[in-house]
């Protein structure tokens, strides 16, 4: 019998890198560290091999790589670890590949690979209109139609990044930690604070879905299911009606499944 194959999907963010590896379209486990520049390609493989050797795996058998990522320095070295270490050349997520949808927007090279990820991942998962939320370093909404196609969407500040500009830009505001309080109206400044940053994210995204279904209704003649994902998304979908389903690693998936598209495996550096 042949020894298992694996594929290894890797999602960079501003704030964190996820980690993921697939053995056909199952996910078998995923790892989330920080998006740190400082470190250095071989300590980012250590750390690469160490996940994959608590699962069992081998570096040799994992026969394709791919990348979503919106830090272009941690591309170039995600890409130079997955040559050196194992031994193939990843693919890069982007609107230049045949990612099997048409991309509506003014320049669809600027959209983030983490979005076109999720497009796909969404669609291929619950069809459309889709609105996808994903609650990460910027909160984006992004909208998807009937045929999977990429119309555009919003970008807002995240919740942390909020929490974490507030503290910086006022002097006498704690850097508080985020749970939500039991009354909308703080009795203290870190209660006032916990209210207006988790309350405010909640309200927001109830109203930018209102509007954005509107969009839809305009663009693809049908409101959309909404989709959330991204560290936030649980949070969230706790405590709104509007979030009908939480897909924690739908750019995971997307990476996977852009990838399968263009050819099961990626080449073998000789």
Request: aromatic share 6%; proline share 3%; net charge neutral.
């Amino acid at each position: 019998m042949a020894a298992a194959s694996y594929f290894l999907a890797i999602d960079i963010g501003n704030t964190h890198t996820v980690l993921g590896v697939y053995a056909g379209a199952k996910l078998i486990s995923d790892w989330r560290i920080s998006s740190a520049t400082s470190r250095t390609e071989d300590e980012t493989a250590l750390l690469l091999l160490q996940f994959l050797q608590q699962e069992g795996i081998k570096a040799q058998r994992v026969e394709s790589v791919g990348i979503s990522s919106v830090v272009p320095n941690l591309t170039d070295a995600f890409v130079r670890v997955g040559k050196r270490y194992f031994h193939r050349d990843p693919v890069v997520i982007g609107s230049n590949l045949d990612l099997g949808i048409k991309i509506f927007y003014d320049d669809p090279s600027a959209v983030g690979a983490d979005r076109l990820c999720n497009a796909v991942a969404g669609f291929t998962k619950y069809g459309g209109p889709l609105i996808i939320v994903d609650f990460g370093t910027a909160t984006t909404y992004d909208l998807v139609d009937r045929e999977g196609n990429y119309l555009g969407g919003v970008i807002a500040p995240g919740i942390e990044t909020s929490a974490a500009d507030l503290h910086r830009r006022a002097a006498k505001l704690p850097n508080v930690e985020l749970r939500l309080p039991e009354h909308v109206a703080g009795t203290n400044t870190t209660e006032s604070m916990r209210s207006g940053i988790l309350f405010g994210a909640i309200d927001a995204t109830e109203g930018m879905v209102q509007r954005l279904q509107r969009e839809l209704l305009r663009l693809a003649g049908k409101k959309g299911q909404v989709i959330a994902t991204g560290g936030f998304s649980h949070f969230v979908a706790k405590n709104t009606k509007v979030i009908e389903a939480v897909e924690p690693t739908l750019v995971l998936d997307g990476v996977r499944l852009i990838c399968h598209r263009l050819g099961s495996r990626s080449r073998r550096q000789t």
